[in-house]
């Protein structure tokens, strides 16, 4: 299975499902669960330090002996550092996201480390493959978290980016299903990177109250948000009808900045601690679409499940 | 070739393709090449007054012996005399949307006709099931014109209805080529309704400037707009512009209809007069995908034939 596929062969996993690096969600017991699971793990380093984030790293190395990855938000004020440490590490794939490819991709891959970037449109993806990266994660609207301001789903952007680039695009937004998966290489995806889905996991560091929220989850829950800082799809909960109700009332990015940092981090205060109210919750439309907490594994071996019996029926359709 | 296909044998057509209605572009020119090319073609009368959708079906009658269908917006102004004409011109489909379909599907069955109402959410594919219809399309968040509120896209959508209900689904929004009907048959349905593709055919009654701007657009160029009145995926011309800045300065909804209604249609000066400027242009976020003007006969075949290539590619990716 998959021994065609491009995905699997760049980073030596058995399946072409790429776990997203998550605020407060994918530590290493996350991470190193998909890795052993086939998958790739990702630890996100995006609500870390660097101390925290060398922890993390070397627990996931113990945890498993597959690849995994670190992802990391070049916007973030210790991404200079947390580059230093996954090259000390020899991690094997870094995730970059919310910056310029340019910055690192050449100093990584001279240390023998893939390079994948995350883009939310086609001239963004060819500005990734100038710059070098092995792949592009290419995500639609209906991702949770930080998001592109064109607002183009995942079932524009997948067949636009995979006619921009030549090399192989993997799609997210919107996948937590085996159909799901097999739409995004329908499209002409060669891997899918599966956010949302893995935070109702039992690995996940999500607050147990952030999970079942998710399982209860239904259509309409989340909404594109903060349009004016940077657009980010959001449970729509106490938080964000505060967020909406300054926005309708012209609130400027500085009130809005601070509504977010009043105090705490709103990310860790929902995420992490478990407020489900007043924290920040980032989230994907796919919680209509789960119901119940797996463990990794089972989540890997439920998509692929599902994927393969559609890819079998499917002939069948086209009759 | 789809023998097995639901909406084929429901609607007597070849390919499971219906063409959107769309206003001011879809008359029974439109709908009468594409009935005869194998899908389903329909008028959209959401632009016309009683005495003029007479005549398009009559037109349309006279130039196709094959099924074709009517789409009514059930909030529009003339749509109880429209269901009036279609009964007594026995048209063979009916498309109802933006209403409440337990008004006239009854009523509509009983005279033999078949009936498909348009949601945009699982919710209201539940309630369009209880109320007899034979089929819904689920139209997706990237999807041109009037849009639903919770801005689910049609990656998500899909598998939401499919799962919620036991009658035929028909995917909508983000649909234009072959990748993606067979991305849309990978999440459930069993056919597709195609809208923004058919403006930029030989047969579309849309200017030719609208043509132009469509095989000229590219990502980003559409943004879902009016979300105070109802949804819109408009394109980012002067006009919207215009709603944006008067929407960012907190106008009512009032001050929003005044500029959509200053002397004249909007949409009817946009697509049909071709002040790509000044007016409204109903458009979805496939624009980017779309390079040239075709006859409705070519779309539908450069579709299948992608479609079939597609599909028959995918097990060797299985694998």
């Not at 065609?4 to 760049?10: A, D, E, M």
């Not at 001239?123 to 592109?148: L, P, R, S, W, Y």
């Not at 300054?246 to 601690?273: C, R, V, Y």
């Amino acid at each position: 299975m998959f021994e065609n596929n491009k995905i699997t062969s760049l980073l030596g996993i058995k399946y072409p499902i790429i776990q997203g690096g998550m605020v407060w969600v994918s530590g290493w017991k996350l991470a190193s669960a998909v890795s052993n699971a086939g998958g790739l793990g990702v630890i996100g380093a995006g609500s870390m330090n660097p101390a925290l984030l060398l922890e993390h790293i070397e627990k996931c190395k113990k945890a498993t002996c597959r690849p995994f990855g670190v992802n990391i938000p070049l916007i973030y004020k210790f991404s200079n550092e947390f580059i230093d440490i996954c090259i000390q590490q020899q991690v094997p794939v870094i995730i970059t996201s919310a910056g310029n490819p340019k910055i690192y991709t050449e100093k990584l891959k001279q240390f023998g480390i893939k390079v994948i970037h995350v883009v939310s449109s086609a001239t963004f993806a060819q500005k990734a493959e100038i710059a070098g990266v092995d792949a592009v994660v290419a995500e639609g609207f209906e991702a949770g978290g930080h998001n592109g301001r064109e607002e183009t789903t995942t079932m524009v952007l997948i067949p636009s980016v995979v006619k921009a680039i030549n090399i192989p695009v993997i799609a997210a937004g919107g996948i937590a299903t085996g159909s799901q998966m097999l739409a995004a290489f329908a499209l002409g995806a060669e891997g899918v990177q599966i956010g949302t889905r893995f935070i109702a996991t039992v690995e996940s560091s999500a607050h147990e109250n952030f999970k079942k929220l998710i399982i209860q989850g239904n259509e309409g829950d989340t909404m594109l948000t903060l349009k004016s800082l940077v657009p980010t799809r959001l449970f729509k909960n106490k938080l964000y009808k505060k967020i909406e109700q300054a926005e309708m009332n012209g609130a400027t990015s500085e009130q809005l900045k601070q509504i977010l940092n009043e105090d705490e981090n709103k990310a860790k205060l929902g995420i992490f601690d478990g407020d489900i109210e007043n924290g920040m919750l980032e989230v994907g439309q796919n919680i209509s679409l789960i119901s119940n907490i797996l463990s990794a594994k089972e989540v890997i071996k439920e998509i692929i499940k599902e994927f393969l019996e559609h890819g079998n029926r499917l002939p069948y359709l086209l009759k």
